[in-house]
């Protein structure tokens, strides 16, 4: 007989799989009406929220729900990350079916503790409901040191414009996945990225302790959209060496060049740098005390307010934002 | 012709509705990746998410934008009131679908933005989507004096339990709202409580101060609910005596106490205090401090992990939780 399952009676469960932490500032709010959390002196809060939808952000049948509780809370993160930040703890809203409240809840459960204690972050609390599609919306509090944040809005003509890891992956990871081609070894890097992105929290503090990053942003919606958020809040444009893409590997050059600009969900971090040799040695200086990503360095902020792609020695053409917008027909 | 909204556009409409308050601690994050928050000394964090789905907290064709946009935000806030916090900022999520972002979404922005001003609790950030239906998540973050925060687990045998307002209102307001009956003058009253709850902040917060409370919930799922959650965290039992409750005028007994034990929505608070003469004498003096709202002293907690409801003079039943849980069948 399945059992009946209350509100109450999940919450419980979510507990019992996330137990507190010892010698922790934060009281679990899973149980009461809030969490309470103590703020570290010299310390800014780093406040984001996330919104993963079935059928938007996932699908039920493709995902399994181990993938949906790691990434729901580590895209979250990225955002953190993002700031130069480092995450302390997340809340939980879902809502779901009530023929999904056992075993794929628990699968849910297993990736989002998985998740939780690889970056970090702890669970503070939430809010649990019913609906007929999941919906999961995640809250990060992160902590950055006071005035340290690198924001979007920092880049300035001659800057040099750096990304992250490889681009493309996850959305190529995503088209296996939607053909079924999950299996295939070849494809798993590309999988693993797409349904276990990892946020570059140590790049992102380390560009924002050393002071190296005038302006930061993560790219969840595809570079050609997330260069132009930067180049918007800075005033300034940009231009982007089609070569120096960082695609993945075993793609023909039209294609790879296609994800790298314009996929989605890499959770890479692209960032700009003062033009001069000195940032120049610093940076890759900080870059080996991280075992983290490898940095590539794809372009430059210019003061036209205009994106463009340089292909090869002459021929140039525009950037039109070609990543995600959950509002594009 | 219809306007073409892109993610951008909605967000860019979001900040103009809510201007950045000067001499803030906070600084906006529609438009970077999160929002940065300086907390204050001697405070801690309180956290809180919420929430607020059309089908099941709101019906789309009964209630309105601007209720929706008050109503989310009160309520979550409310979480904040019961542990004795005064808000902050909030984070919005909010999804919708394309043919409600012009007037709908207007509508929802001026009552998010009266409960903004006077709940004092600014926009910090948020997310915005797409979805066939309205999914709405607001996470607040409040501060509370260190040390100084109400659980729901310091209830203790003997404790006198009180509830402030009228309980069975915003109940009464709904089924007056499904009946067609919302214009109604008799049913004003009920029907503002349904649309527009006040949450409990400054009553909350001179409780928490003056170390009157014991322990604290707001009513959100009905007494009878909200009840056995106080009684659960503090191994406890209650009862409560059925002449005492205030429920509201104009209705018939029976019915009335249905309403106070069972009906939701109220964002009323419960709390238990010691019963001695001293605090009792304090909390009458304290009361006198605060404009609103009527406090009422409706039953004490008991050894026996049991709530039961006196009737008259002897008769005495068990309560069951009759309240909201949205996995009852």
């Given at each position: 007989m399945r059992p009946r399952h209350t509100e109450n009676e999940l919450v419980t469960r979510i507990k019992k799989s996330f137990p507190s932490a010892k010698n922790t500032s934060l009281r679990l709010a899973l149980g009461d009406d809030a969490a309470l959390l103590k703020s570290r002196p010299g310390h800014e809060e780093v406040l984001t929220c996330d919104w993963f939808l079935e059928?938007?952000?996932?699908?039920r049948d493709k995902h399994p729900a181990d993938a949906v509780g790691w990434k729901c809370l580590a895209r979250a993160v990225s955002d953190i990350a993002a700031m130069g930040g480092a995450p302390r703890c997340f809340l939980l809203s879902i809502a779901l079916p009530?023929?999904?409240?056992?075993r794929w809840f628990e699968g849910f459960l297993g990736g989002l503790r998985r998740a939780s204690r690889k970056l970090q972050c702890e669970l503070a609390g939430g809010d649990t409901t019913r609906h007929e599609r999941v919906l999961i919306n995640i809250t990060v509090i992160g902590e950055v040191k006071r005035g340290r944040a690198v924001l979007r809005s920092g880049a300035r003509p001659d800057d040099l414009l750096f990304v992250s890891g490889t681009l493309g992956e996850a959305d190529l990871g995503l088209q296996l996945l939607r053909k079924g081609e999950g299996k295939a070894s070849k494809s798993r890097e590309a999988l693993r990225k797409h349904l276990y992105p990892q946020p570059r929290i140590e790049l992102g503090q380390l560009l924002s302790e050393r002071g190296l990053a005038t302006s930061m942003i993560d790219i969840s919606d595809g570079l050609s959209t997330d260069l132009a958020r930067i180049c918007e809040a800075s005033g300034v444009g940009a231009v982007v060496a089609e070569d120096a893409l960082p695609w993945p590997r075993g793609v023909a050059e039209e294609e790879g060049a296609r994800l790298a600009l314009h996929g989605g969900d890499d959770y890479e971090l692209l960032f700009t740098v003062r033009p001069s040799r000195i940032q120049i040695r610093r940076l890759k200086m900080a870059l080996k005390?991280?075992?983290g990503p490898p940095v590539t360095l794809i372009g430059g902020i210019s003061k036209e307010k205009i994106l463009l792609l340089s292909k090869g020695k002459s021929a140039v053409q525009e950037i039109l934002a070609g990543g995600w917008d959950p509002f594009r027909e």
């Open positions: 059928g938007s952000h996932f699908l009530a023929e999904l409240t056992g005390m991280i075992p």
